[in-house]
């Protein structure tokens, strides 16, 4: 055979072309998590055109088809992990701030406990004067400046510590037990909402009850602030 003689033309594979404009688009899955379909749909493609070269014989492309295929395994797992950080991030901020708020419970400190209760636009200023908030005001006098259907302060207090199973999480932690963690029960977030829900058990009391987190996050200035949801009780087995 001729040394010069020339190697029949082979075209390159579209899916192989396709997959490489594909993995290079991927790569703006990491920021983007929406865009996490990009690299899975680029790597599909690469096995795809591998395939088919190897198959036809007559197709050129399969250095391109691998290379596609390793930046697209290469965007997923560092999409991935990125996903696992920062979901260990949303619990972790969840697990500071309910034990906040349980050492504000531990203590007493209702009004504060209460106040982190509620939506951020909902509570009290930072300086607030949280003694007249929750004043306590004589029937007959509530019935006069209370529109009707509104819930007084100090009443809305009162209806959350006073129902199950807060009311004897409250009074065993006033008492000195201690709450400890016994497990995350997951993590549901988006770029602007999380919800946490965490199981716990007091030390001495051996009751377990799980405390929802929620964190909202805002649009313009991107600030975080974390609400208590709920307090339920774990039934028994």
């Known amino acids: 055979m001729d040394e010069n003689q020339t190697q029949p033309y082979r075209p390159i594979s579209k899916l192989a ?13 990491l920021p983007v998590d929406a865009l996490i379909a990009v690299p899975v749909t680029a790597a599909v493609l690469a096995i795809l055109a591998l395939y088919r070269i190897r198959k036809s014989g ?22 991935l992990g990125q996903v ?12 500071e701030n309910a034990e906040q708020w349980l050492e504000l419970v531990a203590g007493d400190r209702l009004f504060e406990a209460h106040q982190l209760m509620k939506p951020e636009n909902d509570r009290q200023a930072e300086n607030a004067n ?10 007959e006098a509530l019935a006069s400046i209370a529109p009707i259907g509104e819930v007084y302060p100090l009443n809305d207090l009162k209806l ?9 999480v409250a009074a065993a932690l006033q008492g000195g037990d201690k709450p400890v963690l016994v497990k995350s029960l997951g993590v549901v977030y988006s770029q602007h909402h999380a919800v946490v829900d965490l199981q716990y058990r007091l030390e001495q009391d051996g009751r377990e009850f799980t405390v929802s ?25």
């Not at 696992?84 to 697990?95: K, V």
């Not at 959350?160 to 004897?168: N, S, V």
């Open 17 to 29: 072309l396709g997959a490489l404009g594909i993995a290079l688009l991927g790569l703006l899955a």
């Open 58 to 79: 007559d197709l050129a492309g399969a250095g391109l088809a691998c290379v596609a295929l390793a930046l697209s395994v290469f965007t997923t797992a560092n999409w």
């Open 84 to 95: 696992a950080m920062h979901r260990a991030l949303i619990q972790q901020r969840a697990q």
């Open 130 to 139: 949280l003694q007249y908030h929750y004043r306590v005001i004589p029937e």
């Open 160 to 168: 959350t510590f006073e129902g199950p199973p807060l009311k004897q």
């Open 213 to 237: 987190m929620r964190r909202e996050r805002d649009r313009v200035n991107r600030e975080t602030s974390w609400q208590v949801l709920t307090v339920a009780e774990v039934p028994e087995d």
